[in-house]
Structures are given as C-alpha cells and as structure tokens.
C-alpha cells in the first residue's frame, strides 16, 4: 500500500478543508508514493518517536500534532524534522481536522469520560453531553483524572451534569459552554482569566492537560486506520507520553 492510500482516507475521515487556516495539515514529510507495511500513530512527532519508527521499520508516522508548524529557519540534528528526513520516515499529521471530525479527538474525549447523548460542534471545537449523574466539582476532577490517566487536574467548583469537552488548548470555550446551558467544561489548557471567568459564571471548568485530553484519540484513530488497511500494521507508539510530571 501507499501513503496516498492512506492520505485519500483520512480525507475522508477528517476532510484537511475543515482545518484552520493557520494551521498546517496533511503530509509534512515525505513522498505519497512511498510504499508502507508498516505505520506508527502518536499525538506528537519527536526524536524518540522517530527513533521508535525506525526501529520497528515503520517508514510513516501518522500523528496529531504537525511536525512543522511554523516555517523552518534552520534544521538542526537534534530536530525530529531531520532524523525524519535522515531514516526516510514520512509524516502525515491530523490536527485541527482531526479535532472536528465526528470521530475525532473530541469525540475521543467524550467517549473517554463516558458522556451520553453527545453532540459534536466542530466550528466551535467543541462536544457537548451529559454525565450519568450529578457530580460535585471535586468528584469529576477524580473522575477526568483516572479516565484520562492525568498526571493532575486543575478545576473551578460547581455541580456538573452537563458538559462541554474541547480538547488541547480549547480554553475559551468555557464562554460557549456558558452560552449553550451547560455547567461544566473539560479542556487541556486555561488561563488565569479564563478561570476567573469560570468561576463568577458558575462553571465548573476542568483543566486536565494538553497531552491527556488529546492522547485518547490515538487508540481509536490506530483502530479506524486497522479497519480500513487490514494487511497493513498500525503500531500505537509507546516512546510518545506526558513531557511533565506533578505533585
């Protein structure tokens, strides 16, 4: 099979049109007429990770998080752009369309915090849903860590019932979560005001972590991409974890 193979499916999956404009989808890395046996997925591309590639002989890394972003100036050895490049390993990366897609990292999310009757808002990054009961804000935080494995949880008190969840770096959407009813919000990254904000609007706001919001993805997008390629091997990445720890 080729990389194009893949590269025609997730456009099907998560169609690059419905990315940001800023941001930079696609294949970064590499030929689509590369032939593959072998396929690594992971939330980020780092040296490790392309260490783990060539190890296991995967000659394509299929991440979320683009392994160029901005424009590169300089490309140094200890880059994962270069060791890449130096293996021949390509790179397909599923950011932001990923994050809209209906079975995407949000989508992901609210599975893994067993919500029911989800919607999915893909303009507004953002999957809404209920818990199976009332929960304090302390519960929940208990709740998002083990269900995430979350090295911690930050949160704003509050009851919660009905949720909001937009993944990674999605902290203004507490406003929207306000804006549609709802009385909590999960996400991986909030800012001293915006939790100011969660708290004089009674928002039970959760941050459990760039990383482990978005990880819970990885499995079902390595499951979709098995489903679809049964001859081809997709191999979760074990080198790709949380780059912190907490107390």
Request: glycine residues 8%; contains cysteine; proline residues 4%.
């Amino acid at each position: 099979m080729k990389i194009n193979d893949i590269i025609a499916y997730t456009k099907e999956l998560a169609p690059y049109e419905t990315a940001g404009e800023w941001d930079n989808v696609g294949l970064l890395v590499g030929s689509g007429d590369t032939e593959v046996c072998r396929v690594l997925t992971a939330l980020d591309i780092t040296p490790a990770v392309v260490e783990e590639a060539r190890e296991k002989d995967c000659k394509l890394i299929v991440s979320h998080h683009p392994v160029i972003f901005d424009p590169l100036k300089t490309l140094t050895p200890d880059s994962a752009v270069y060791a890449l490049v130096k293996n021949d390993i390509a790179a397909l990366c599923l950011h932001t369309n990923l994050d809209r897609a209906e079975q995407g990292v949000n989508t992901a999310l609210g599975k893994a915090l067993g919500l029911k009757n989800t919607v999915l808002y893909p303009d507004d990054y953002l999957l809404i849903g209920d818990t199976d009961a009332a929960y304090t804000a302390a519960e929940y935080a208990a709740l998002i860590k083990e269900r995430l494995n979350a090295p911690d949880v930050r949160f704003t008190g509050g009851t919660v019932h009905r949720v909001a969840v937009s993944s990674g770096g999605g902290g203004e959407g507490v406003e929207l979560a306000a804006r549609y009813g709802f009385d909590a919000f999960v996400t991986g990254e909030m800012k001293h005001h915006q939790y100011l904000w969660a708290a004089a609007h009674g928002i039970a706001a959760f941050d459990a972590g760039h990383f482990s919001t978005e990880d819970v993805v990885i499995k079902p997008l390595t499951a979709l991409f098995t489903k679809r390629f049964p001859d081809t091997r997709f191999i979760i990445g074990n080198s790709c974890v949380c780059p912190y720890d907490a107390i």
